[in-house]
């Protein structure tokens, strides 16, 4: 069994979803191309037919998957004081090296996407800013070295 994956509501809701397109309007597509490729004829040599059903195993594996993500998951709340980051929050912070300001939003590892600001939070960056205030300054370790955040705000 997998571990609890912490996850926001919202991510909660976005897996939801995501399972109920691919156990539905996905599996159907997925039938009616089989049922085309079948009706090509002779299903040894029927290249359409094959690639159809490796893709009908995907499919069922990413389903799998999901519905194990989903039973796995748990629901985290924002913390309970709005002015310090924590999972949930969204904090804007002020890169001290380039003087670029980027905004976050703590999320579960599988929520994470760096181009709409969903950080994950078991990154250094996200672990270092957990508990930080507006005004803090957090200094982070990372891959690419040394780097110094300042809180702007938190919401």
């Known amino acids: 069994m997998l571990e609890p994956e912490q996850i926001t509501p919202e991510g909660l809701a976005s897996l939801r979803e995501e399972i109920a397109q691919l156990e539905g309007e996905g599996r159907s ?15 040894k040599e029927n290249a359409e037919y094959h690639i159809a059903k490796d893709d009908q195993a ?44 980027l905004q976050f939003t703590l999320v579960g590892p599988t929520e994470a996407d760096l181009k709409t600001g969903r950080l994950s939070s078991e990154s250094p960056v996200a672990r270092a800013l957990v508990g930080a205030r507006a005004g803090d300054t957090v200094a982070v370790e990372t891959p690419g070295g040394n780097r110094s955040y ?5 919401s």
């Open 29 to 43: 597509e997925m039938a009616e191309r089989i049922k085309a490729a079948r009706e090509l004829g002779d299903l």
């Open 58 to 101: 995907h499919l069922e594996t990413k389903i799998k998957r999901l519905t194990e993500r989903l039973r796995a998951a748990r629901v985290v709340e924002g913390t309970a004081d709005p002015d310090v980051v924590g999972f949930g929050s969204t904090v804007a912070v002020i890169d001290d090296a380039s003087g670029r300001e």
């Open 150 to 154: 300042s809180v702007k705000h938190v």
